[in-house]
């Protein structure tokens, strides 16, 4: 089931010009009514249901029906996420709780740096990453010209 935003719940993210689901989405699905200040999404029929923006709204305004592996028939879940850990609250038909928290970050926020930790991150600049067949080293890419 795509994602849905309660409009009673959502802010708008403080009517920031880009909402934090606007920001998270990896399918560029959620988008701010500006006459509302309410977030939406755009086209159900594209929702990866990855949870993303689930997890990053700030007012719980973001609900996705739970996979079936994880959260039985009739069941709710709700993601509370926090700069190192997320609790999901999973709330049974009879109206029993389970809370379960995980780690989100293998390390600390704003200290992830680009090449990974690898040594010579300058080779990413490198004109030989830029083309091929020169990066390759070869003349020209095997082409299949049917005469084989």
């Known amino acids: 089931m795509p994602s849905y935003v309660n409009p009673d719940k959502c802010d708008g993210c403080k009517a920031l010009d880009r909402t934090a689901c606007q920001y998270i989405c990896p399918n560029d699905l959620m988008v701010l009514n500006k006459s509302t200040m309410k977030a939406y999404n755009q086209d159900v029929s594209m929702c990866w249901e990855c949870y993303s923006c689930v997890k990053i709204c700030p007012t719980q305004a973001i609900e996705i029906r739970g996979y079936a ?3 039985p028939m009739g069941a709710a879940v709700t993601p509370l996420r926090s700069t190192d850990s997320i609790m999901w609250t999973v709330k049974f038909r009879n109206g029993t709780l389970k809370r379960f928290k995980f780690p989100i970050r293998s390390t600390a926020e704003g200290t992830a ?6 040594e010579g991150d300058s080779d990413l600049d490198s004109p ?3 083309t ?4 390759l080293g070869t003349k020209e890419i095997f ?3 049917g005469n084989a």
């Open 132 to 135: 091929e067949p020169a990066s």
């Open 113 to 118: 740096v680009p090449s990974g930790g690898f």
């Open 128 to 130: 030989v990453l830029y």
């Open 143 to 145: 082409t299949f010209n």
């Open 69 to 71: 592996d994880f959260v």
